[in-house]
């Protein structure tokens, strides 16, 4: 019995360690579009099969549009897109810059994100949920390689 109890406690405390039910999933690839090519990494955290957390990160390679206009003009507008994003609770943009591409970070609290804030984003009623069979197959149809 005192086998049975020591084995029972190791268990359970390897199960609240690892964190039961949680899941990571990462997605990336290349996306082109009017020939502007992004690098994109998705990232989304399940918490029993329902996605509570997303990250993306898009590097958009501005190499060959750089004799239209600087570096600085194309992180301006990409921050002007993307800053309006801030002003809703559970998310957040951020926006980098080099020498010729532009990182923005989008990162989504699903679980904070409210009901009206869905629908001005068009994310849905605010009651949608993903699950990560699902996340990974849309991610999967856009030629990302998730993992």
């Keep these: 019995m005192k086998k049975f109890l020591s084995y029972t406690t190791i268990l359970v405390f390897i199960i609240l360690l690892t ?23 998705v990232f989304g955290d399940f918490d029993k099969d329902k996605l509570v957390k997303q990250k993306i990160e898009m590097k958009f390679d501005l190499t ?24 809703y609770d559970g998310i957040s943009t951020k926006v980098e810059k080099d020498e010729s591409s532009v ?21 849905g009623s605010g009651s949608v949920e993903i699950s990560s069979k699902k996340f990974q197959s849309e991610l999967e149809d856009m030629n990302l390689t998730c993992k």
Aim: charged letters at 30%.
């Design 19 to 41: 964190g039961c039910g949680k899941k990571s999933v990462e997605c990336s690839g290349d996306v082109t579009q009017n020939d502007l090519t992004a690098s994109i990494k």
């Design 64 to 87: 060959n549009y750089l004799q239209y206009a600087d570096i600085d003009s194309y992180y301006d507008g990409f921050k002007n897109q993307y800053d309006k994003f801030n002003e």
């Design 103 to 123: 990182l923005v970070i989008v990162e989504m609290d699903l679980e904070k994100i409210d009901e009206e804030a869905y629908k001005e984003l068009n994310l």
